[in-house]
C-alpha cells in the first residue's frame, strides 16, 4: 500500500473500535473526516464536503491554514512544553493583542502583529507597552471554553472576597451554556444538562434573558449577595439568541451599582465571528471579565479569562493555575491565528459576509426565522420541514456540514474565511434539501 493511501475500510474500523473502546458520550454521524483545506473537508472515501460548522466554531482560518502550520512546525522542532514555572516565547505578545482586542484597539491591534508575524522582538514589545490611559486587559491561558468560563467565575468570586462586595452569587441565563464541568453546568440554566448529575455547585440564580424587570427584581431580592452577571452576548447552543443592547447595558448597570461585575462568555461568539473582534462591542456594554477558547488558535486546544487590570490582579500566585494552559504550542497557534485574524480584516468580512448569508437563509422554503450577528447565524424551520436533525443528515448526505440545536432549528458556524460562493453552495444544498 502506498504511504498516502487510505484503507477502504476505514471509517467502519474506526466504528468498530469505538463502539468497543470509546465512551458513548457522542451520537456521530457516519462520516470520518481524514483531510480539509479552507472551507473543504475531505472524508475517508475521498469525497469532499463543504464546511459550515467549523469544527463548532473552532477552525476560525479554516482548514489547513498555512500561516497556522508554518508556526507549529516551527515550534514543534523547538519546543512543545515546559511548565508555567518558567517564561516562554510570544505569550506576552498575545496577551498584549488580546488587551488591544479587547478595547477594540483594532488599528494598534494590527500594528502588533505585523511586528510578531515579522518577528519584530524589539517593536512587539515597544507596541505592547501600554499607553498611560489605556485600560489593561491581563489573560490567564487555559484549555478550553469550560475552564475560561471556570476561571471567569473563580476570577469573581475572589474578586468580590478581597476587592468588592463580599458576595458569591452568580446571575446566569436560562438557555445558556457554558461548559460541562460540574461548576459550569451548574451555571448553565437548562434542566436536561443538570438534572442527572445533581446534586451541584451552589451559588447560581437564574434569569431570564432579555428580561430586564426579571434582572431588576433579582437584584432587589440578593443585592450585593450577587458578585457576577454572566451571559452569553450571543447564545449559542440554545439556537443562536443575542441579547438585546437594553438587557446587556442593564446587566452591566445593575452589577456595578452592587459593586459585582459582568462576565461575558464569548467562548462561541468571540474571536471576530460576530463582526467585531467580540461580541460585546457590538453592544457597546463592556463586560469587567470574559472568556475565550473555540476560534482563538483555529484548531488547538487553547482557552483565557481576559479581565481588567484592577480585576485581574486579585489573582496571586497559588490561586489558579493549568498544566497545559498556555503551552508553547498553544501559545504560537494562537499568536498566528489572532494575527491573520487582525491583518486580514476579517471582522469586516464575517459582517459583510454573515448578512448576505443571513438574507439568503431567509428565501429558503420552510425558513421562518434568522438570527445571529456576523457569521454565527442560526434559522428555525416550520413544522412541515420535519425535524432539523433529519435536515442536518440530508445536508450531510449532500455534501454539507451544518448543525441542528433542537428539533426546529439549524446553526451556522463557518470559517471566518467564508466566501459568499460559499454560502451561495450551501444554499444551493439546502434548497434541495428543504424542498
Not at 68 to 83: D, F, G, I, P
Not at 349 to 366: D, F, I, N, R, W
Request: charged letters at 20%; aromatic letters at 6%.
Amino acid at each position: 500500500m502506498a504511504p498516502n493511501e487510505r484503507h477502504p475500510m476505514s471509517l467502519a474500523t474506526q466504528q468498530s473500535l469505538e463502539s468497543h473502546y470509546v465512551m458513548h458520550t457522542f451520537g456521530r454521524s457516519p462520516v470520518e473526516f481524514v483531510e480539509g483545506h479552507g472551507m473543504k473537508l475531505t472524508g475517508d472515501d475521498g469525497r469532499e464536503y463543504l464546511d459550515f460548522l467549523a469544527g463548532i466554531g473552532v477552525c476560525s482560518l479554516g482548514h489547513g491554514n498555512a500561516a497556522v502550520l508554518s508556526a507549529l512546525e516551527a515550534q514543534t522542532k523547538k519546543l512543545m512544553h515546559v511548565s508555567n514555572y518558567f517564561y516562554i516565547e510570544q505569550r506576552g505578545q498575545v496577551a498584549a493583542l488580546l488587551s488591544k482586542l479587547a478595547n477594540d484597539d483594532v488599528d494598534g491591534a494590527c500594528v502588533l502583529a505585523d511586528a510578531i508575524a515579522a518577528g519584530d522582538e524589539t517593536t512587539a514589545a515597544a507596541l505592547g507597552a501600554p499607553a498611560a490611559d489605556e485600560q489593561v486587559w491581563e489573560t490567564f491561558f487555559a484549555n478550553s471554553g469550560a475552564e475560561a468560563n471556570e476561571g471567569s467565575m473563580k476570577l469573581a468570586r475572589l474578586y468580590a472576597k478581597r476587592a468588592g462586595n463580599g458576595g458569591n452569587t452568580i446571575v446566569c441565563m436560562r438557555g445558556g451554556f457554558h461548559g460541562r464541568t460540574l461548576e459550569t453546568i451548574a451555571a448553565t440554566m437548562q434542566d436536561w444538562l443538570q438534572d442527572s448529575f445533581r446534586p451541584l455547585p451552589g451559588g447560581f440564580v437564574a434569569c431570564t434573558p432579555n428580561d430586564v424587570d426579571e434582572l431588576r427584581a433579582i437584584f432587589k431580592q440578593l443585592g450585593s449577595e450577587v458578585c457576577a452577571v454572566m451571559l452569553e452576548p450571543i447564545q449559542g447552543e440554545s439556537g443562536v439568541h443575542p441579547m438585546t443592547e437594553e438587557f446587556m447595558a442593564a446587566a452591566r448597570d445593575l452589577a456595578h451599582e452592587v459593586g459585582a461585575v459582568l462576565i461575558a462568555d464569548e467562548v462561541q461568539c468571540g474571536i471576530f465571528r460576530s463582526g467585531k473582534p467580540f461580541a460585546f462591542q457590538t453592544y457597546g456594554v463592556e463586560p469587567d471579565i470574559m472568556s475565550l477558547a473555540k476560534g482563538i488558535a483555529d484548531g488547538v486546544p487553547m482557552g483565557a479569562v481576559v479581565a481588567k487590570k484592577e480585576i485581574a490582579d486579585v489573582f496571586k500566585p497559588g490561586d489558579h493555575g493549568s498544566t497545559f494552559g498556555g503551552s508553547c504550542l498553544a501559545v504560537a497557534a494562537c499568536a498566528a491565528t489572532l494575527s491573520a485574524l487582525v491583518r486580514g480584516d476579517y471582522a469586516e468580512h464575517a459582517a459583510k459576509v454573515g448578512a448576505y448569508m443571513e438574507q439568503a437563509l431567509a428565501k429558503l422554503p420552510h425558513v421562518v426565522e434568522v438570527r445571529g450577528r456576523g457569521l454565527m447565524l442560526g434559522c428555525d424551520l416550520d413544522d412541515t420541514a420535519g425535524d432539523a436533525h433529519d435536515v442536518v443528515a440530508r445536508a450531510l448526505g449532500a455534501g454539507a456540514v451544518i448543525n441542528a440545536t433542537g428539533a426546529h432549528t439549524l446553526r451556522f458556524l463557518p470559517p471566518l474565511v467564508c466566501e459568499e460562493a460559499d454560502v451561495d453552495n450551501l444554499i444551493e444544498i439546502l434548497s434541495d434539501v428543504l424542498a
